[in-house]
Structure formats: structure tokens, C-alpha cells
T-cell receptor, first 115, second 113 residues
Framework: GAVVSQHPSRVICKSGTSVKIECRSLDFQATTMFWYRQFPKQSLMLMATSNEGSKATYEQGVEKDKFLINHASLTLSTLTVTSAHPEDSSFYIC???????????FGPGTRLTVL | AQSVTQLGSHVSVSEGALVLLRCNYS??????LFWYVQYPNQGLQLLLKYTSAATLVKGINGFEAEFKKSETSFHLTKPSAHMSDAAEYFCAVTPFGNEKLTFGTGTRLTIIP
């Protein structure tokens, strides 16, 4: 299967600071990447769809000015949580679409804790 | 619009017994269906997928699933459970591979020694 990495795997920050999370497709190019959020013992909820070279498409209820997404290359998408608050603490998971297999592959996730 | 229902948030089976995890879907177009497995504090690993080819799909680790259009189901099975199968399992649906996945609420599988 395809390999998707995320960095960092865990981050703890103070309230009010910004945090950047990277999602990389290591062995394939991904024109489309997705960002999901998962609360404890719950399912994944899509936050936004990221297309290389264009603006991200956000799901209803997701603040685009708070969750900044940049998909600057075919192997890298970043999610920046701006002015993070404790309620932003969550597990953030990205996926990358591999066209040849018509399948999304997921990264290992980033656990964000905002104090 | 797509939706997924996973019956049973927790399933326990004995080691060596049959594993059956249920998934029913709703889709306005022929769906792509996926099963993913998640181990604690990790991302999702693809187990198998259905994309309008064979209705019986074989995946990794001995899992398989059967697409039944008449029942709008895509149940996951494994003939003999192993301790390493203990994890959270998610069923997901999408109209196309490059569109968002809609996930079920997940089923936590526990294996009894």
C-alpha cells in the first residue's frame, strides 16, 4: 500500500499559539488530500478537502480562518490551527488520494493538546 | 448523499471464532465502499475496498467483505479471529474515490483469549 506521513505525531501548545501539521505522500503524488478530525471514541469527521494549487474546500461549520490549509505541492499539504484553544484539542488525520488505485490512504495522525 | 450505519459499537469474539462486523450504507449513486482498521493512537489502515468489480472482496489479514446491493450491506468477516485483530473498525462510503469519505461510527472488536 501507499505511505502517508504526518508530522508531528504529538504536539502540546499553549492557548493562543498556532500549530502547523504536515501531511506528506511519500511514494506517490496526490492531487487531493483530505483533513479529518477525530474526537475520543468517535468517528472521523471531514474538515476540508485540499487540492494542489487551489484553495481548500471546507465542510460546513469548519472555520477556514482558523484552520488554514495549504496544498503547495503534489506531496505535501499543511494544516495550521491558528490561535489554538483547548476545544481544538483533538486527533487530526490526513488522507491522500492515490489516483491509480482510486483509494485514499491515511496518515498516522497528529494528537494536538492545547493547554 | 451517502451515509453508513455500523450495527454494534462493540463486538467481542473468542480467539479462533468467526468475526462478523456489520455495515449498511445509503447512497444515491453506485458506491465505493471501504473498510479501515485503526489501532490505538494510530491512523487508519485500509483493509479492503469495493469499487463495482467483484462483489466478494478479499483484503489483508484474512478479512473479506461481500457487497450486497439488495440489502445495501457490506459486512466484514474473518473465519478465525486472532488476538492481533483487536482494534476499531470503520466502514466508509464515497461516490468516487477522490471525494470525501463518509464514515460509520466504528465498531470496537475485542478478542477473548
Amino acid at each position: 500500500g501507499a505511505v502517508v506521513s504526518q508530522h508531528p505525531s504529538r504536539v502540546i501548545c499553549k492557548s493562543g499559539t498556532s500549530v502547523k501539521i504536515e501531511c506528506r505522500s511519500l511514494d506517490f503524488q496526490a492531487t487531493t488530500m483530505f483533513w479529518y478530525r477525530q474526537f475520543p471514541k468517535q468517528s472521523l469527521m471531514l474538515m476540508a478537502t485540499s487540492n494542489e494549487g487551489s484553495k481548500a474546500t471546507y465542510e460546513q461549520g469548519v472555520e477556514k480562518d482558523k484552520f488554514l490549509i495549504n496544498h503547495a505541492s503534489l506531496t505535501l499539504s499543511t494544516l495550521t490551527v491558528t490561535s489554538a484553544h483547548p476545544e481544538d484539542s483533538s486527533f487530526y488525520i490526513c488522507s491522500a488520494y492515490r489516483g491509480g488505485e482510486d483509494t485514499q490512504y491515511f496518515g498516522p495522525g497528529t494528537r494536538l493538546t492545547v493547554l | 448523499a451517502q451515509s453508513v450505519t455500523q450495527l454494534g459499537s462493540h463486538v467481542s469474539v473468542s480467539e479462533g471464532a468467526l468475526v462478523l462486523l456489520r455495515c449498511n450504507y445509503s447512497s444515491s449513486v453506485p458506491p465505493y465502499l471501504f473498510w479501515y482498521v485503526q489501532y490505538p493512537n494510530q491512523g487508519l489502515q485500509l483493509l479492503l475496498k469495493y469499487t463495482s468489480a467483484a462483489t466478494l472482496v478479499k483484503g489483508i489479514n484474512g478479512f473479506e467483505a461481500e457487497f450486497k446491493k439488495s440489502e445495501t450491506s457490506f459486512h466484514l468477516t474473518k473465519p478465525s479471529a486472532h488476538m492481533s485483530d483487536a482494534a476499531e473498525y470503520f466502514c466508509a462510503v464515497t461516490p468516487f474515490g477522490n471525494e470525501k469519505l463518509t464514515f460509520g461510527t466504528g465498531t470496537r472488536l475485542t478478542i477473548i483469549p
